[in-house]
């Protein structure tokens, strides 16, 4: 990452649907910031103007043309910021020449991937290539999966001080959710069972928990594929639409901790939906739901309405279980709607941090955890508006 860079961030997909929230949030979020320079890109610079316009951002706001199908106008880009946001997904079908030009110049990177079998041909590609130029990039930078992958760091640091050691089970369950998704996350969904239905060693990818963990073969995790009744709780659970890559990314944290959460680790994320008939009847529903990948889920660039950003919200328990029977429980909570509401701002700040906090961490592939840990919590925290606490059984 070059200090002498004309940018400290460049927000590329600024005129999309997601990465406008991300250019309004840094606009907002950092208007009295003098020292940080930020400029948006994209495909089209009218659309950019008209975007600038819209967001409130300052009139001089730099405005910088490049197109995925151009990789020279991608290698021109990245060698002007020290780190890029992207939003240009399905990242499978547009991410792969960014992240080559990011490895290649040691230019900082952070997306909103939650493609797991694409992230694993990343790391495989580029990861040497990053480690030496000191690119540091990190995938999975908004609601998938940062209040999962951190939520468990947070928890198992607290296991580490209360009890000596961390934790070899943790049990993510969101306990409430209330948010909208976008074309944009129907796209990759559906770009993703494309991928797999021509290859079936993406198939066999998606099929692995420790798929990002390359080389390393862990104990057999719970599948959490269709509803159960869970005692602890009280409640019925029902499989969670963002635990593909959710706990992918959990594991590779924990690999790339030199397994600090011990080789034996076991971790599953489901979704609550409440005791009795109720309950029960409500995560079947959830289980047979195919909305997202049919021909009736949102077009790329629609999304939640601003009223329907600012009214969700998230909250995530973890349970975390000792060899000895003792539980400690911790909660990640954040305001507004996860998928957009609330990724905008994550993924704002993480790059804020690298720019500013994680400024020791070397090149490679990263995720959040093992990347920024406490130094992105305490960000997200009096930022963008998450809570991490501990939580009495």
Known sequence: MSDSAEFDIIVYGASGYTGRLVAEYLAQEYADDAGLRWAMAGRNQAKLAEVRDQIGAPADTPLLVADTDDPASLDALVKRTRVIITTVGPYQLYGSPLVAACAKAGTDYVDLCGEPAWMRQMIDAHEQTAKQSGARIVFSCGFDSIPFDLGVFFLQEAARERFGSTVPRVKGRVRKMKGTFSGGTAASLKATMQAAKENPEILKLLGNPFALAPGFDGPAQPPASKPEYDEQLGSWAAPFI??????????????????????????????????????????????????????????????????????GFYDVLFIGEADDGRTLRASVAGKRDPGYGSTSRMIAE????????????????WTTAPAMGHRLIKRLTEHAGLTFKLEDA
């Not at 030199?258 to 529903?285: I, R, S």
């Not at 993480?350 to 592939?365: K, Q, W």
């Open 350 to 365: 993480s790059a804020m941090c690298l720019l500013r906090d994680a400024t020791d961490t070397g090149g490679g592939i």
């Open 242 to 311: 963002m635990a593909a890559i959710n706990t992918r990314n959990v594991h590779r944290s924990n690999a790339l901790m030199n397994h600090a959460y011990g080789t034996d680790f076991v971790y599953d994320e489901m979704l609550l939906t409440g005791p009795g008939d109720q309950g029960k009847a409500t995560a079947d529903a959830v289980a047979g739901d195919r909305s997202l990948s049919s021909d009736k889920a949102p077009k790329p660039g629609e999304g939640p309405t601003a009223e329907e950003r600012e009214n």
